[in-house]
């Protein structure tokens, strides 16, 4: 079981040792809520929802949390851009659901996904 996360106390952390890297984990699930605590702490881990609805949670990530001003890929041009890679790992050995098993998220939610 997972313990209660207490965001006010990491908060409250990187307000009494300013001089330290505090960067949070846990519960984050989206971008808005990542951007919250920018305002107390360095950083924000974003870790199941991003690897479960990639598409969903990091589609917007470089507009909404750095200003980006090009729109996000689509679920087509990330395929596409993964297939050099791809094809990298088959042929050193890898299999290829050790690839695509990272790649299933990307179609979350999608009708037929």
Request: charged content about 20%; proline content about 6%.
């Amino acid at each position: 079981e997972i313990p209660p996360l207490k965001y006010d106390f990491v908060h409250r952390l990187k307000r009494d040792f300013p001089h330290l890297e505090i960067i949070i984990n846990g519960g984050i699930n989206d971008l808005t809520h990542a951007h919250t605590h920018l305002d107390h702490v360095d950083g924000v881990m974003i870790g199941r929802a991003a690897y479960n609805t990639p598409f969903q949670v990091l589609g917007e990530a470089d507009r909404v949390m750095y200003g980006g001003r090009d729109p996000p890929k689509t679920r087509q041009q990330i395929l596409e851009a993964m297939l050099p890679f791809l094809e990298a790992e088959l042929a050193a050995g890898t299999s290829l659901n050790s690839v695509t098993r990272h790649m299933l998220g990307l179609f979350h939610g999608c009708k037929g996904g």
